[in-house]
């Protein structure tokens, strides 16, 4: 299973950057809001107090450096807000990997407890079902017993059954029954069947492959896929 921890911690901190972003956009346009209502004032509207000489002197130097610092301050601006922009989208693919994590782990523990309650009770279903689902999957093209060992030699060195273990172990370490079948993806991707607990590959066999639904992120459906409706 993996660890939630990392983009957690990496979710609050940029948010708390995009936070400390924010009011220092707001600081430097307060500051440039400022020098703008700071321009010289007309001597000729008739509501205008008297223009010294010395203020007239300084005019223009007083111009010369609200342009000075506006120049100055514009790619500063700029800069802060692409990273502001950069920091919202990376906060957006934060929160939906977090998502999608919350509802990996919640599958992991329904499955995992259906899992060991049927088999303490040494259930007669558990041990139908499980017969049944072994023929379902040797019966599907999303399942490959070969690639499966080749892929994992752990497995194959334990000389287990390919199908048993994925449907005993495999589903729930995140291994895949094939090329064509991620079972991760198809958990994250269809929060309902993690609610539910349900074993990805024999879902996907089982309705998945009638509703449409995809089996791993780039992979269409098989065109010999066996539908079981």
Known sequence: MQNTDVPREEYFRVKAEAEELMQRLIQAHAKIEVLQSQGPTNPSSASAPATTQA??????????????????????????????????????????????????????????????????????????????????????????????????????????????????FGALEGRNPSAHF?????????????KAGLNPLLHFILYGINEGRRPAANQKLLPTSNATA
């Open 55 to 168: 203020d007239l002197a300084n005019t223009p130097k007083r111009v010369e450096e609200q342009q000075r610092l506006f120049l100055d301050t514009s790619p500063l601006l700029a800069g802060m807000r692409k990273t502001q922009a950069e920091l919202t989208h990376r906060i957006q693919q934060l929160e939906s990997q977090l998502k999608q994590e919350q509802v990996q782990v919640s599958w992991y523990r329904t499955l995992a407890l259906k899992t060991l309650r049927e088999v303490y009770r040494k259930s007669w279903k558990y041990k139908r079902e499980l017969k049944d689902q072994i023929k379902q999957l040797r019966a599907s093209d999303y399942f490959d017993g070969k690639w499966y060992l080749e892929t994992y030699s752990d497995v194959a060195s334990s000389r287990l059954d390919p199908v048993i273990h994925y449907l005993k």
């Open 182 to 194: 991620d079972t991760l993806y198809y958990i994250q991707q269809n929060p309902d069947v993690a």
